[in-house]
């Protein structure tokens, strides 16, 4: 019979069994429809190749420790040695991308930077549209003000007009020269409106990891010569203290590899999970096939007997599964489309990289393919059983012989299968669920209600000094509490439950020769007793506490019991950026996004709180070019939410600088959900991917039921 005839012949048999036909194609199209959302993400992220030419020859340069962890930030000292001593790449650096403020007519805005070394373009292979990149002589300290501008920020700023090169924008407070335009669609992997000289330094920023190193390949040179001139270079490099206690060296890696390794884990997880729900459905339609062939058994064994080969009817069975499994994929496609919307929503945006997520050519020919490797996976073994059919039990007898006790058998087994399979997920998603329960359930150490926080970029010319900066604080921080229903304001560097400032101290007393990490924070007098953090012991800042006074500092329970281990705290003092800082008080330990460990997304983390008032310059220029400070504000619900100060906010900021733009209002709920977002997200698809698991196994125990009854 030609393969048309076996379509027709398909499409008449589904139609005279609706019932089966929904339910199959129903269970196909939520299968497929889940991995089309998924698979669009994992080909967005980690399949796609990044949009430069010859990517296969870039790199990311990699340390990798005795331990065999590996880390993909690097310190000045290492980013020019690799610059000047190796012969077989091409280097740049750079940082990742931070808000700094923009002025022009008609615009004041926060925009996205990102700092770059010479050659940063060159490297990845893409030269600006028009005008130049930044030359060595200009990457420097002390280098001119210049910039190049992303292609979508210059048509929505400047309408595309080609004259802006050459001109001054005012950017960080200070005029900036524009030297070029990058292409229509080039991107890095987070999001720029402007990109300006990186001015490496193996001081300062340059003395920490804080610049990530991207490398190609020079024409004729191997990855293995590569990595060996590398190896030999990082054996002569000095690094801080923090690398000089375990043995490391640096290599080469794929960029791709490089830049997706935080997630590739988490997605290629993910994407198991949602190919095991697949496999579930495959199961339960190969169960309701062979239940289904039970009742066409009449059917099979009359066209065997009048001369049908095995072959013909297993060809015709794998059609009408093939038939299944188109209809299912077009089914998934439109479930897809909406499963990638509610990812979105969920927090998926955040994976990517070079490339938006969603459906093309290439998901719709994966999913395509899958489909027809699914009408083979739940077809054939139906198709096989049922052509092994003794015609003369069927035909004479009435009955089903061995064939039906095989196939009983055969759909217990994939019952079984399913059931198992379903029930990992759920152990999964209940782990997840129970994890995210966990963190939403800690207690934050500070009074959460009624507060609103706000952010301002002061990496700006004309914020160089620890004058300027407590002068804006103090102004700003005098109107806002003139705000009807404010209760108190302060500036703080973070919040809790953000990352804050990774830095190193020794201990005064004692002879303590040795360097320990904390985090450290920054702010204004009136902070700690606002966020109502508890007091311990000693007292907090004062608005006497300035430069000319003694340096004090505030630290947390959990510092004071890791270093003092019982012994009292108060009256100590810690070496910090090279002067003697007096501690005067302990205060509660509050929930934060940890930088020191890898101990998840909140924990508890020995703190030091440093005033204001009391920084110098070059902490304030330095820290300022990682971390915007936070407006933090306590309303009173009863005279005005907290939800509806933003604009007065902004206004009182406005009335003191109205050149800086306050921008990424938010309640203390809506910071952690972002912080937690990672958690909330993988919960949310796990308990999807379990709950549809679960059905589809009910459905396939229903059908096992209803078979063994009839």
Known sequence: MPLWKDVR???????????????????????????????????????????YPQVDRLAMVTTVFGGGDTSTSQTGTLFESVRDGAS???????????????????????????????????????????????????????????????????????????????????????????VGIMPRGFRTDVPVDVWTPLHPSRTGEGSGLNYGVVARLKPGVSWEQANGQLKALSHGIVEPNFRRRTAWEERIIPLQTGLTGEVRSELLITWGAVLAVLLIGCVNIAGLLLARSSTRSREIATRMALGGGRAAIVRQLLVESLLLALGGCAAGIGIGTLTIGWLKRLGAEHFELWHPIGIDARVLLAMIAISVLTSLLFGLMPAL?????????????GGRGVAGGRRRWSRQALVACEVALSLVLLVSAGLLVRTLEYLNGLNPGFDTRNIISAQGSLQDARYKTSAAVNRLYTQSLERIRQIPGVEGAAVALTLPFERPLNDGFKLVEGGDRDFHGM???????????????????????????????????????????????????????????????????????????????????????????????QLSDGYFQVIHTWFPPKWVIRADPRVTPAGNLAAQIQAAVASVDPLLPITKFQTVDDLQARITRGQRYDAALFSMLAGLGLLLAAIGLSGLISQSIA
């Open 9 to 51: 012949f398909a499409f008449r048999q589904l139609r005279k069994s609706p019932a089966f036909t929904l339910v199959v194609l129903a269970t196909l199209g939520l299968c497929i429809g889940v991995n089309t959302a998924i698979y669009s993400v994992l080909d967005a992220v980690l399949l796609r190749p990044a949009p």
């Open 88 to 178: 077989t790449l091409d280097v740049a650096a750079y940082t990742g991308s931070g808000e700094v403020n923009f002025a022009a007519p008609g615009h004041l805005e926060s925009i996205h930077q990102q700092r770059v070394s010479a050659g940063f373009f060159r490297v990845l292979g893409v030269a600006p549209q028009f005008g130049r990149e930044f030359l060595r002589t200009e990457d420097v300290r002390g280098g001119p003000p210049i910039a190049v501008l992303n292609y979508d920020f210059w048509q929505r700023i400047f309408n595309g007009d080609a004259s802006v090169l050459g001109r001054a924008i005012t950017l960080r407070g200070e005029p900036c020269t524009v």
């Open 385 to 397: 059983s049922t052509s092994r059919l003794d015609i003369r039990s069927v035909l004479v007898e």
């Open 519 to 613: 985090e450290s924070i920054y702010s204004t007098a009136g902070y700690l007793e606002m966020m109502r953090i508890p007091l311990v012991q000693g007292r907090t800042f004062r608005d006497s506490d300035t430069a000319d006074t003694t340096k004090v500092i505030v630290v947390s329970q959990s510092f004071a019991a890791k270093y003092f281990r019982g012994r009292e705290a108060l009256g100590h003092h810690l070496q910090i950026e090279g002067s003697p800082w007096e501690i005067v008080g302990v205060v509660g330990d509050v929930e934060q996004h940890s930088g020191l460990a890898d101990l998840g997304p909140l924990a508890v983390e020995p703190t030091v709180y440093v005033p204001a008032t």
